[in-house]
């Protein structure tokens, strides 16, 4: 099954996602880290994430490239043991890793937050340009949106996340954080079409719904090699992750996207959890290490 396909610039497209959605190597690898290694253990042979890297599309200079530049980033590091260099999950990798699964596996849940929004107001100086893109990718993967460079909103109450993240980045004396309820504010739509482009997320989910759908039968499942369990489930995950990046769960009166999201979320569950086993034993199997050296 051919679950990739490579493009001329390094990237790598999805099928069933429109052409403009590239994969970068540095996001597949943290796919990675997040499904098969963290969940048991912290560390991974150097020249296995290299091996799967390449079977999901990339060439062995762009895989190398791509974890050198997790290491820069303080998202992974190098341990040598021997001659046989492996890569660590590092403490900060681990908490954003823990973030994300929070996010990604409730994408769908009923919230019980009562309505409440959440506003956040920052004036971090522009010369902190690490901390405020870090500041920006963490909210747009909580479902803010932006209002205005430095005002952020979210119809959920994230206030406990928000103030984690702004003592993470030291940067809690340049904002003001406060919740709302906005039911009766006038121009909320209006709000909602500046903070956020919902255009093509409904297509988006039925696009994922229909690619993944017919998998969800144990014949197809039974048809998969380990191989190809792996693929397919690597894809599911890392598809279905960016989902939170460009779904805020607004309100249905805002934005009618619950049904297509449900069946999404359904199909995600069921696949990540009916190819578990065989997925785990082809990425075990590709970073053992030692079976490889002998």
Same mark, same amino acid.
């Given at each position: 099954m051919s679950a990739l396909r490579s493009v001329g610039t390094g990237a790598v497209t999805y099928g069933g996602l429109p052409s403009s959605e590239q994969v970068q190597p540095q996001e597949l690898a943290i796919t990675l880290l997040g499904t098969y290694v963290r969940p048991f253990g912290d560390r991974v042979w150097s020249g296995g994430l290299v091996v799967l890297l390449g079977e999901l599309g990339f060439s062995e200079g762009a895989a190398r490239v791509a974890l050198t530049r997790l290491v820069r980033r303080g998202l992974i590091e190098r341990i040598r043991d021997g001659r046989l260099v492996h890569y660590?999950?590092? $403490?900060?990798?681990?908490?954003?890793?823990?973030?994300? +699964?929070?996010?990604?596996?409730?994408? &769908?849940? *009923?919230? +019980?937050?009562d309505g409440t929004w959440t506003v956040l107001w920052h004036q971090i100086p522009e010369d902190r340009r690490l901390e405020l893109t870090r500041?920006?990718?963490?909210?747009? !993967?909580? &479902? /803010? &949106?932006?209002? %205005?460079? =430095? @005002?952020? @909103?979210? #119809?959920?109450?994230?206030?406990? $996340?928000?103030?984690?993240?702004?003592? $993470?980045?030291?940067? =809690?004396?340049?904002?003001?954080? /406060?919740?709302?309820? #906005?039911?009766?504010? @006038? &121009?909320? *739509?209006?709000?909602?079409?500046?903070?956020? +482009?919902? =255009?093509?997320? @409904?297509?988006?989910? $039925?696009? !994922?719904?229909?690619? /993944?759908? #017919?998998?969800?039968?144990?014949?197809?499942?039974?048809?998969? =090699?380990? %191989?190809?369990? /792996?693929?397919t489930r690597t894809r599911v995950v890392h598809q279905f992750r960016g989902f939170p990046m460009v779904d805020p769960e607004l309100p249905e009166r805002l934005a009618p996207v619950s049904v297509p999201r449900s069946r999404a979320a359904r199909v995600f569950h069921e696949l990540y959890a009916s190819l578990a086993d065989a997925s785990q034993r082809h990425f075990d199997a590709v970073t053992d290490a030692y079976a490889a050296a002998s």
């Amino acid at each position: 099954m051919s679950a990739l396909r490579s493009v001329g610039t390094g990237a790598v497209t999805y099928g069933g996602l429109p052409s403009s959605e590239q994969v970068q190597p540095q996001e597949l690898a943290i796919t990675l880290l997040g499904t098969y290694v963290r969940p048991f253990g912290d560390r991974v042979w150097s020249g296995g994430l290299v091996v799967l890297l390449g079977e999901l599309g990339f060439s062995e200079g762009a895989a190398r490239v791509a974890l050198t530049r997790l290491v820069r980033r303080g998202l992974i590091e190098r341990i040598r043991d021997g001659r046989l260099v492996h890569y660590r999950v590092t $403490e900060r990798a681990e908490r954003l890793l823990a973030e994300g +699964d929070v996010r990604i596996f409730s994408l &769908g849940d *009923p919230r +019980d937050d009562d309505g409440t929004w959440t506003v956040l107001w920052h004036q971090i100086p522009e010369d902190r340009r690490l901390e405020l893109t870090r500041l920006a990718r963490r909210l747009r !993967f909580l &479902g /803010f &949106g932006s209002v %205005q460079g =430095s @005002v952020w @909103v979210s #119809p959920h109450d994230h206030s406990a $996340e928000v103030v984690r993240l702004l003592a $993470e980045l030291r940067v =809690s004396d340049h904002a003001t954080l /406060f919740t709302a309820h #906005p039911d009766a504010v @006038v &121009g909320l *739509p209006a709000l909602v079409s500046r903070a956020w +482009d919902l =255009s093509g997320l @409904v297509e988006r989910y $039925e696009a !994922f719904v229909a690619d /993944f759908e #017919p998998l969800c039968h144990r014949r197809a499942l039974a048809s998969l =090699s380990d %191989q190809d369990a /792996f693929l397919t489930r690597t894809r599911v995950v890392h598809q279905f992750r960016g989902f939170p990046m460009v779904d805020p769960e607004l309100p249905e009166r805002l934005a009618p996207v619950s049904v297509p999201r449900s069946r999404a979320a359904r199909v995600f569950h069921e696949l990540y959890a009916s190819l578990a086993d065989a997925s785990q034993r082809h990425f075990d199997a590709v970073t053992d290490a030692y079976a490889a050296a002998s």
